[in-house]
């Protein structure tokens, strides 16, 4: 099932009529959505508004169109079992990330860091403790924890600590779409489950690769893992572990490294197209024209389609954004588009 991005509701002004309204979804070219079954993130088609009016005759008239982006829920399960060059690398770029992506769409965040402390698969290395669970904002709090946090702990408890974050998502019942990032730096060393963990490189990684791999269609896995992962039976291990978790890098590792994420923040950060700047219109009466603001800002009419908005066609049933005026809309996490039907001097 193809869940909506971003939400178009349009609003109809007071006295009048109201009716059905489809928006255009720009053939596939809109912002992306999870795709919950395949395990892909892909182009989405705006879902259709609730409502929109049929502007009287009389000027002033307006319709309202609200975007509102449905927030995806991403946790972090990151690696302490890490020297402090690697864990200010790993977590530096993680940090670099989310900021990153706070700025572009809406993201919940929570984290939980492991092993906790502790001999090496020690029984408490990993408890059903988050670190920092989820709230509404941005990444900030998680941001501060992991400023705060130090690298400690022996052993890489892995899969006991993808069934933990596992376990805390199922609880989080908010409708929006679950995000799991594993944040590491070798392959798993401790088989098991919390409370019962071994030494036992073999049976750990397979246990990692069995908690990673998505239940029942649902809770995808990106594999993060820090730049200084060089050995072969680390690599050969992280890439088993990300292509189980679903989301392979299209790079030389199927893991995402630290060193550059320039490709991981590709993929978490929806596309812009100008094609999902498009609105629908009425007809214009005789001698009524249209005026355009986004959140109280006038957008000026362009006919070169190089910034500003203009009709899409010569039959003016639709007006679409171009240039400033559509990045503005669609990196707006809420946003107000008004179009007042204003009549001419003649």
Request: with cysteine; aromatic share 6%; hydrophobic share 40%.
């Amino acid at each position: 099932m193809r869940i909506a991005a971003l939400a178009i509701v349009g609003v109809a002004a007071i006295g009048c009529e109201r009716r059905a309204l489809q928006a255009d979804g720009g053939g596939g070219a809109g912002p992306i959505g999870l795709d919950a079954a395949a395990g892909t993130i892909g182009s989405d088609a705006l879902t259709p508004p609730d409502a929109t009016s049929t502007p009287d005759v009389s000027c002033g008239s307006k319709v309202t169109f609200r975007t509102q982006k449905v927030p995806r829920d991403m946790l972090l399960v990151v690696d302490r079992a890490v020297d402090r060059l690697t864990w200010d690398q790993m977590t530096g770029a993680l940090i670099d990330l989310a900021r990153a992506l706070d700025t572009r769409y809406p993201y919940r965040w929570a984290l939980k860091t492991f092993p906790e402390d502790g001999p090496a698969c020690g029984a408490g290395t990993v408890t059903s403790k988050i670190d920092v669970p989820f709230a509404d904002g941005d990444s900030s709090p998680v941001i501060a924890a992991l400023f705060a946090a130090v690298p400690a702990g022996n052993g890489r408890p892995t899969a006991a600590a993808l069934t933990a974050a596992r376990a805390y998502l199922a609880t989080v019942t908010d409708g929006n779409p679950k995000l799991l990032m594993l944040v590491t730096a070798g392959a798993p060393t401790c088989a098991g489950t919390a409370g019962a963990l071994t030494s036992d490189p073999v049976q750990a990684q397979a246990d990692a690769v069995a908690a990673i791999t998505p239940a029942n269609g649902v809770v995808y896995t990106f594999v993060m893992a820090a730049g200084g992962v060089t050995a072969g039976a680390d690599v050969d291990a992280l890439n088993q572990l990300a292509v189980a978790g679903g989301y392979v890098h299209a790079g030389l590792t199927a893991f995402f490294p630290s060193t550059d994420t320039t490709d991981l923040r590709a993929v978490l950060t929806p596309p812009m197209s100008d094609t999902s700047c498009t609105f629908p219109l009425q007809p214009l009466p005789p001698y009524v024209s249209n005026r355009v603001s986004l959140n109280g800002s006038e957008i000026p009419y362009d006919n070169t389609r190089q910034n500003g908005w203009a009709y899409t066609d010569e039959s003016q049933t639709a007006l679409s954004l171009y240039g400033r005026a559509c990045d503005a809309l669609l990196s707006s996490r809420d946003a107000e588009l008004v179009i007042t039907y204003q009549c001419s001097l003649i």
